[in-house]
Structures are given as structure tokens and as C-alpha cells.
Nanobody
Framework: QVQVTETGGGSVQAGGSLTLSCTASGPIYRRWCMGWFRQIAGKQREGIAA???????LYTDSAKGRFTASQGDADNTLALRLDSLKPEDTGMYSCATTSRCDPYCSGGVCTAGALDDREYTFWGQGTQVTVSS
């Protein structure tokens, strides 16, 4: 069974930064994708960034410029750096992995489907990010 673990959440003041880390272990399909998602109170869960096995990264528009995803030194790890945090970024941040990545990531490009949480199979428990004003 694949297990996904997130670390790094916490409380910061507006303008601060946090780095979240995600590790997936177990029988990972070789053409996997990993993604970061968040759920803010009263809103649907949204994709933030996704990465495929070749290191191609796709960001949602709202994440560009403030959030940076990067593949870790070890396989199946994905970090997410959150900069210039705002109170409206407060929420539960979750990492997930999927083997259903091929339709969305090929030729060095990932398309919007890679940020669709319905395509992700294995989820971590999530890590809370709280930004105070």
C-alpha cells in the first residue's frame, strides 16, 4: 500500500514563509505524479502544484509567483515552499500521488488534469497552515 506523509505546516504571520515536505512510499507506479492541494474553509479543495516523474511542474494560476514546488533529493519526495503568505492562505494542505498521470503529462508538459484531485489515489493526512494578520 502506498503511504503519503506531509510535514512542515504551522503558524506564521502574514508575509512569512513555510516549506512543506511530502514523501510517498510503497509500490509507486513508475509513471507517477505527485501533487499538492489545499482546502480553505468554505471552499472546495484546489490543486496548487503537480510534478511528474520527469520533474515537470505545473502550477495553478493562483500559486504562481508565491509558491514553489521542487522534487527532493530522494525519489518520491515533493517540497512546496510558500512565500509571502496571506491570511487567506490558511487551510489544510495535502499531498497526494497518482498513477493516472500519463494522460496529463507528456513531452515535458503537464496539463490541467494533473491538478484535478479526482485523479489522485493516495493521500496524506494533511498539514495545517495558519497565517495570521
Amino acid at each position: 500500500q502506498v503511504q503519503v506523509t506531509e510535514t512542515g505546516g504551522g503558524s506564521v504571520q502574514a508575509g512569512g514563509s513555510l516549506t512543506l515536505s511530502c514523501t510517498a512510499s510503497g509500490p509507486i507506479y513508475r509513471r507517477w505524479c505527485m501533487g499538492w492541494f489545499r482546502q480553505i474553509a468554505g471552499k472546495q479543495r484546489e490543486g496548487i502544484a503537480a510534478i511528474d516523474r520527469d520533474g515537470n511542474i505545473l502550477y495553478t494560476d493562483s500559486a504562481k509567483g508565491r509558491f514553489t514546488a521542487s522534487q527532493g533529493d530522494a525519489d518520491n519526495t515533493l517540497a512546496l515552499r510558500l512565500d509571502s503568505l496571506k491570511p487567506e492562505d490558511t487551510g489544510m494542505y495535502s499531498c497526494a500521488t497518482t498513477s493516472r498521470c500519463d494522460p496529463y503529462c507528456s513531452g515535458g508538459v503537464c496539463t490541467a488534469g494533473a491538478l484535478d484531485d479526482r485523479e489522485y489515489t493516495f493521500w496524506g493526512q494533511g498539514t495545517q497552515v495558519t497565517v495570521s494578520s
